[in-house]
T-cell receptor, first 117, second 112 residues
Framework: GNSVTQMEGPVTLSEEAFLTINCTYTATGYPSLFWYVQYPGEGLQLLLKATKADDKGSNKGFEATYRKETTSFHLEKGSVQVSDSAVYFCALPYFALSGGGADGLTFGKGTHLIIQP | DTGVSQDPRHKITKRGQNVTFRCDPISEHNRLYWYRQTLGQGPEFLTYFQNEAQLEKSRLLSDRFSAERPKGSFSTLEIQRTEQGDSAMYLC??????????FGPGTRLTVL
């Protein structure tokens, strides 16, 4: 089935530092890829997505490029802020037991990002 | 758009008791999902509805778990004969299209 591996945290950076959170995946075919974020005390929300190889998803200064050669979807941001402190999850479609399309998601374990002023 | 709501937000129960959680999706969303999240892990897919039809269940959804979505609106997740291993955050999400899911705040279950 589909699976995703992301770097473990916590990741602690100073404000304005460059951020990379690694994510690699195993999947059948070329599924859409997602990054979700969970801010303290809030529910999960979609940060960005890419639907095909070489696509770049972007939002709120974050970017991730769908690399099929390396089966990766690393999250990057050029200059992090304290408000970016959150848990970040890489995700891809769930592999259905039925063998058909499935609308659920498979998530990585999450990476806790801490930004210090 | 009032977002996805879940009730209750917290539930403490004794082992062996039955519990039921409710999820109210965003009103026009026809897809509804249940996930379970334990500490330090990402959400794990449990089941998925399109309108009132339950289209997929994961292996995690044992016989003690049942989910319904009558009339394609709200959904309930029932756990019978709870076990300590059922302690987790239960998340509900809804969507119009499969690639953008909107998550609720979750129900935290503690089984004593």
């Amino acid at each position: 089935g589909n699976s995703v591996t992301q770097m473990e945290g916590p990741v602690t950076l100073s404000e304005e530092a460059f951020l990379t959170i690694n994510c690699t995946y195993t999947a059948t075919g070329y599924p859409s890829l997602f990054w979700y974020v969970q801010y303290p005390g809030e529910g999960l929300q979609l940060l960005l997505k890419a639907t095909k190889a070489d696509d770049k998803g972007s939002n709120k200064g974050f970017e991730a490029t769908y690399r099929k050669e390396t089966t990766s979807f690393h999250l990057e941001k050029g200059s992090v802020q304290v408000s970016d402190s959150a848990v970040y999850f890489c995700a891809l479609p769930y592999f259905a037991l039925s063998g058909g399309g499935a609308d659920g998601l498979t998530f990585g374990k999450g990476t806790h990002l801490i930004i210090q002023p | 758009d009032t977002g996805v709501s879940q009730d209750p937000r917290h539930k403490i129960t004794k082992r062996g008791q039955n519990v039921t959680f409710r999820c109210d999706p965003i009103s026009e969303h026809n897809r509804l999902y249940w996930y379970r999240q334990t500490l330090g892990q990402g959400p794990e897919f449990l089941t998925y509805f399109q309108n009132e039809a339950q289209l997929e269940k994961s292996r995690l959804l044992s016989d003690r778990f049942s989910a319904e979505r009558p009339k394609g609106s709200f959904s309930t997740l029932e756990i019978q004969r709870t076990e300590q291993g059922d302690s987790a955050m239960y998340l509900c999400a809804s969507s119009l299209a499969p690639d953008t899911q909107y998550f609720g705040p979750g129900t935290r279950l503690t089984v004593l």
